[in-house]
């Protein structure tokens, strides 16, 4: 045998056995707790515990992922070497959406905040869309995108906006108010959504450099 082919069949037999390494480690890992002490002990920046959600992620990709139950797993080529995906955690929560306009009471006084209120709302029952009045109001980064909260669930937003969205009393087109205290923030927020179940997948991904 020459020594290239030995080369060669060394290499892949190397891989191989790092491969199956891997996937027998994985194996053990069944839940965030466990994933997260195993991220410890293999700390690179392209090993990483991370959330799909089949609102906020359209690539080929996140769609195989979230098609896969709990356990499953996927290899793929890539120029780092072959990474492994793990699903840790699948579920299916409710989920928010709505538009909004922030005014910010620590660099606005009380009066000021009022009437950019009354003007907004104002306005928009006039027929001027939201959107447009957000892009023009708020002082959230939100009004790039015309005031568009995108998908939410419980915990992701103060809890005196959760309990406003999630108020069934309130109908698609409805405009109403939340102040903040913890902030000092004022917000006027159109309800652009009914809530929504939507799954999401939490997933652990180890790059093997090796392969």
Same mark, same amino acid.
């Given at each position: 045998?020459?020594?290239?082919?030995?080369?060669?069949?060394?290499?892949?037999?190397?891989?191989? &056995?790092?491969?199956?390494?891997?996937?027998?480690?994985?194996?053990?890992?069944?839940?965030?707790?466990?994933?997260?002490?195993?991220?410890?002990?293999?700390?690179?920046?392209?090993?990483?515990?991370?959330?799909? @959600?089949?609102?906020?992620?359209?690539?080929?990709?996140?769609?195989?992922?979230?098609?896969?139950?709990?356990?499953?797993?996927?290899?793929?080529?890539?120029? &780092?070497?072959?990474?492994?995906?793990?699903?840790?955690?699948?579920?299916?929560?409710?989920?928010?959406? *709505?538009?909004?306009?922030?005014?910010?009471? @620590?660099?606005?006084?009380?009066?000021?905040?009022?009437?950019?209120?009354?003007?907004?709302?104002?306005?928009?029952?006039?027929?001027?869309?939201?959107?447009?009045?957000?892009?023009?109001?708020? *002082?959230?980064? @939100?009004? &790039?995108?015309?005031?568009?909260?995108?998908?939410?669930?419980?915990?992701?937003?103060?809890?005196?906006?959760?309990?406003?969205?999630?108020?069934?009393?309130?109908?698609?087109?409805?405009?109403?108010?939340?102040?903040?205290?913890?902030?000092?923030?004022?917000?006027?927020?159109?309800?652009?959504?009914?809530?929504?179940?939507?799954?999401?997948?939490?997933?652990?991904?180890?790059?093997?450099?090796?392969?």
């Amino acid at each position: 045998m020459n020594k290239t082919l030995l080369l060669l069949l060394l290499c892949f037999s190397t891989s191989l &056995f790092a491969q199956k390494g891997i996937k027998k480690v994985l194996d053990t890992i069944t839940s965030v707790e466990q994933a997260e002490s195993f991220l410890e002990t293999k700390k690179s920046r392209k090993n990483r515990l991370i959330a799909f @959600n089949e609102e906020k992620h359209k690539t080929k990709l996140s769609k195989a992922l979230l098609g896969l139950p709990v356990g499953g797993t996927k290899t793929v080529d890539s120029e &780092f070497g072959k990474i492994h995906y793990k699903i840790i955690e699948k579920t299916n929560e409710p989920h928010y959406r *709505m538009s909004y306009v922030f005014l910010d009471g @620590n660099r606005l006084t009380l009066q000021k905040i009022n009437e950019l209120t009354n003007t907004i709302i104002k306005k928009h029952n006039d027929g001027i869309k939201f959107e447009d009045l957000a892009k023009k109001y708020s *002082m959230d980064k @939100n009004a &790039f995108s015309g005031g568009d909260s995108g998908w939410f669930k419980d915990g992701e937003m103060p809890i005196e906006i959760e309990e406003q969205v999630s108020d069934l009393a309130n109908d698609l087109g409805d405009i109403y108010t939340v102040r903040i205290p913890t902030d000092n923030g004022y917000y006027i927020i159109l309800k652009t959504h009914r809530i929504k179940t939507i799954k999401e997948v939490k997933v652990l991904k180890v790059v093997d450099n090796r392969s």
